[in-house]
């Protein structure tokens, strides 16, 4: 299994950036235009439609369509972890359908002073293809570096 991982300050409480990734809304803003995102569905842990936020049992489903080719992609997940405590949060998401073999993406946030929050990515993941995808996964983080440093950039400038 490879990892892939990446970390941000952004200068707003962990509160106002908790609040912000705890939904699907918070998803498709910090998705990449070109990759086309759709949320198709929302579902809290009681099979309630569209919930206010995403607690553990809840499921995503969407579909993207990296840079408009191809048919689109369906990528269900599962938020199967989901934690608040003294100056830290958690979510974990673990995709149960989509274009990854595996893939578990841990969203982590501590509070850095009165006004600032560390926000870290950690993705476990596992390219497609069997063993060629396994022999390349190492070089993912091509593909996943810029992705993460446009969800960093987007989270900060929508939140400072």
């Known amino acids: 299994m490879d990892t892939y991982e990446r970390q941000v300050r952004v200068a707003a409480p962990l509160s106002e950036v908790w609040d912000f990734h705890a939904t699907g809304d ?3 803003a910090l998705t990449p235009d070109w990759m086309n995102i759709r949320i198709e569905e929302q579902r809290g842990p009681d099979g309630e439609s569209d919930p206010d936020e995403l ?3 809840s499921v ?3 579909s993207i369509r990296p840079f408009g080719v191809g048919p689109r992609q369906r990528w269900v997940s599962d938020i199967v972890e989901r934690r608040e405590g003294d100056g830290e949060a958690m979510f974990r998401d673990e995709m149960r359908e989509g274009p990854f073999p ?4 841990t969203h982590t946030f501590r509070a ?3 006004d ?4 870290h990515d950690r993705v476990e993941y596992e390219l497609p293809g ?3 995808g396994r022999a390349v996964g190492p070089f993912g983080l091509i593909g996943f570096e810029p992705m993460f440093r446009y969800r960093h950039r ?3 400038e929508l939140l400072e």
Do not use: E, F, R
Not at 102 to 105: A, C, G, P, R
Not at 116 to 119: D, F, K, P, Q, R
């Open 26 to 28: 918070g998803l498709v």
């Open 154 to 156: 987007k989270t900060k």
């Open 112 to 114: 850095d002073g009165d």
């Open 55 to 57: 607690t553990a049992g």
């Open 130 to 132: 069997g063993p060629l």
């Open 102 to 105: 595996h893939w578990v993406h």
């Open 60 to 62: 995503v489903v969407s």
């Open 116 to 119: 600032g929050t560390i926000v």
